[in-house]
T-cell receptor, first 117, second 114 residues
């Protein structure tokens, strides 16, 4: 597609429930990133995929958070046993990966707003 | 050491004026410093970026000034327009970090008054 697509745009759930958030990156982008943005804060890095594998998951806050990208395109962020503190906008970004370029330009989606009641 | 501190939290500028947003960091090994612009309901979009071996970079009305010794960098928006009203985030990439592992500041909400 033309941009990074995230669904759902809004999700309201109850504490303790399981949630899945989907990201459809720009076609051809091999790198995919998940960030979390709490109200009034900057985005906080969660995980980075290069192809199908998680190249850096150092930002995942705990083992309730998990992400997959089985075919190297669409990614799903999974949150188990949701807590009120998980309420935030979850942003996905993708980029072309150019080894040795020093920096890749991230294109962000509009995000999925998660509210845990 | 891994923080990026951004100021001010909010900024009001008259149309045609200069908007200046500042960021400071502690870790001298950060190696890439982008600025992102975010409109309500949208994801952040890369505006301009700089590497620490350059002291200034200009793209149109947007300029980054980088002071390596002071560990500070700033965004200058010349001839500010109402369409520039958005939240701006500075960011930095930590050493050894993956390509997308950016540390963001808390953001500056800019309002440009007509």
């Amino acid at each position: 597609g033309a941009g990074v697509s995230q669904t759902p745009s809004n999700k309201v759930t109850e504490k303790g429930k399981y949630v899945e958030l989907r990201c459809d990156p720009i076609s051809g982008h091999t790198a995919l990133y998940w960030y979390r943005q709490s109200l009034g804060q900057g985005p906080e890095f969660l995980i980075y995929f290069q192809g199908t594998g998680a190249a850096d998951d150092s930002g995942l806050p705990n083992d309730r958070f998990f992400a997959v990208r089985p075919e190297g395109s669409v990614s799903t962020l999974k949150i188990q046993r949701t807590e009120r503190g998980d309420s935030a906008v979850y942003l996905c970004a993708s980029s072309l990966f150019r080894r040795g370029s020093g920096a890749n330009v991230l294109t962000f989606g509009a995000g999925s707003r998660l509210t845990v009641l | 050491q891994q923080q990026v501190k951004q100021s001010p939290q909010s900024l009001i500028v008259q149309k045609g004026g200069i908007s200046i947003i500042n960021c400071a960091y502690e870790n001298t090994a950060f190696d890439y410093f982008p600025w992102y612009q975010q409109f309500p309901g949208k994801g952040p979009a890369l505006l301009i970026a700089i590497r620490p071996d350059v002291s200034e970079k200009k793209e149109g009305r947007f300029t980054i000034s980088f002071n390596k010794s002071a560990k500070q960098f700033s965004l200058h928006i010349m001839d500010s327009q109402p369409g520039d009203s958005a939240t701006y985030f500075c960011a930095a990439r930590p050493p050894g970090g993956s390509q997308g592992n950016l540390i963001f500041g808390k953001g500056t909400k800019l309002s440009v008054k007509p």
